[in-house]
Each structure stands twice: as structure tokens, then as C-alpha cells.
Nanobody, 122 residues
Framework: VQLQASGGGSVQAGASLTLSCAAS????????MAWFRQALGKKREFVAA????????YYTDSVKGRFTISRDNAKNTVHLRMNSMKPEDSAVYYC????????????????WGQGTLVTVSS
């Protein structure tokens, strides 16, 4: 199983960025997919998750209205579109896959990508 995250970078506050995660070795459409992030010195936190069909997205309050999670089951990819970015969005972002209920707890997730660094300057 491999989850390959990409798309991180350095941007200024107010800018947009799209992260992508390509999955292999799993039946992608069977998995709830999510994005987590971990800032330096902090715990890993939930950002967004998307249902198997892609019909439902879930977000932590701090990103609602700014971030959008989407998936393409034909291409085994999940994306996180981040708009109106803030310095507090700076973190390493990880994609994760769970065969069951998903949720906001990192330990629920079976598989993890390697992370991609996002830095937002003010």
C-alpha cells in the first residue's frame, strides 16, 4: 500500500494551494480518505475527510469554507483545495485511508502517506 502526497509549498497568506494524494495497492473506492496535518511541536490534527463515493465531505471548523476535499475514484486520487490560506495552516499535511468509519482520530486510519510541507507566510 502506498499513499503519495504532493503539492505542498510555500505561499503567502490569502493564497491557494491544492494537495494531491495518489493511492496504490488498495481498492481505493472502498476507503474513506482524509487529510491530517501536524505543525511543529503539535499533535497531528484532523483537517478533512471524504466518503467512499465522494458525496460527503467533513471538515474541522478552522478550515470550513476555505478548504475543499475531493476524490477521483477512477484515478485513485484525493485532493485538498486550500483557499484563503492563513499562517496557522502551516504544517506537514498527510493523507490517510481507512477501510471502516474514518473519523477525526488518527489512530482510526490504516494507511498513511509520507506528508507534504505547507508553509504560509504573513
Amino acid at each position: 500500500v502506498q499513499l503519495q502526497a504532493s503539492g505542498g509549498g510555500s505561499v503567502q497568506a490569502g493564497a491557494s494551494l491544492t494537495l494531491s494524494c495518489a493511492a496504490s495497492g488498495i481498492i481505493f473506492s472502498s476507503y474513506v480518505m482524509a487529510w491530517f496535518r501536524q505543525a511543529l511541536g503539535k499533535k497531528r490534527e484532523f483537517v478533512a475527510a471524504i466518503s467512499r463515493s465522494g458525496g460527503n465531505g467533513y471538515y474541522t471548523d478552522s478550515v470550513k469554507g476555505r478548504f475543499t476535499i475531493s476524490r477521483d475514484n477512477a484515478k485513485n486520487t484525493v485532493h485538498l483545495r486550500m483557499n484563503s490560506m492563513k499562517p496557522e495552516d502551516s504544517a506537514v499535511y498527510y493523507c490517510a485511508a481507512d477501510l471502516f468509519a474514518g473519523g477525526t482520530t488518527p489512530s482510526n486510519y490504516d494507511h498513511w502517506g509520507q506528508g507534504t510541507l505547507v508553509t504560509v507566510s504573513s
